[in-house]
């Protein structure tokens, strides 16, 4: 089974080699400019495979003037994350780690594997589900709570503010926060809701926005075990 750095790598080559820029893969398919630059350019990107997928397939409609032809697409290309395993349509996929110990693991590797599937209504179209720690959120989301969470793709162009996100910064930081309008564009504001007593122990943060790796949607949460 191919890396997704490989194939980011494949598709750089056959971008490069028929001189086809981020703007035109923009342009052509659901992926955004901003994006498809990042694939092209940003050797900390990790797309999902499913975004992958979508710029291969414009590649080899571009460069052959069908889709399937592609002979390097062929012997590279795994299914889109649209059709999951079976066992994936059993709920749900949980991973027994915490949000601020490991999470990124998982997230990338190929050989890891969820601990059980969650088929619950609260985690309806959730793409992980992983235990919550600290106290900076304990209003909202105690310790040990499950959390169901969903990938951001293109959280830079637009970001609805309020919402709950977990958070994944290029220094390897992870925390569980609302996010609010920042100081100028370049920042955003990020809001704590502990307890009452810990209060002052959390005050607002500024965060750049360039130090986001990943961000993710916090969808559900439940003490479930």
């Known amino acids: 089974m191919i890396k997704d750095k490989d194939l980011i790598k494949l598709i750089r080559e056959i971008a ?18 901003k994006t498809a630059y990042n694939i092209l350019n940003d050797d900390t990107i990790k ?18 003037g069908t889709k ?17 395993p079976a066992t994936y349509q059993q709920g749900v996929p949980y991973y027994d780690v915490e949000f601020a110990a490991g999470f990124e693991d998982f997230t990338q590797s190929q050989q890891l594997q969820p601990t059980s ?36 793709e293109n959280w830079q162009e637009f970001l609805p503010f309020g919402e709950i996100y977990a958070i994944v910064t290029k220094d390897n930081y992870r925390m569980i926060k609302i996010i609010t309008a920042g100081k100028n564009e370049d920042y955003f504001t990020l ?13 607002p943060q500024q965060i750049k926005k360039t130090l986001i790796l990943n961000l993710f949607k916090v969808q559900a949460s439940s003490y479930l075990f």
């Not at 390097?72 to 999951?84: D, F, L, N, S």
């Not at 235990?131 to 040990?144: F, T």
């Open 191 to 203: 809001i704590s809701k502990p307890s009452d007593s810990k209060k002052n122990e959390f005050p």
């Open 16 to 33: 490069s080699d028929n001189d086809i820029s981020s703007y035109q893969i923009g342009e052509n398919t659901p992926v955004s400019n």
């Open 68 to 84: 399937g032809s592609l002979e390097i697409k062929e012997e590279h290309k795994q299914p889109q994350a649209a059709e999951p």
């Open 117 to 152: 599937f969650i088929k619950h209504p609260f985690f309806n179209g959730c793409d992980y589900v992983i235990r919550a720690s600290g106290q900076s959120m304990a209003k909202i989301i105690k310790h040990g709570d499950a959390i169901g969470i969903v990938k951001i």
């Open 47 to 64: 797309p999902r495979r499913k975004t992958l997928n979508i710029i291969l397939d414009y590649l080899e409609e571009t460069i052959t």
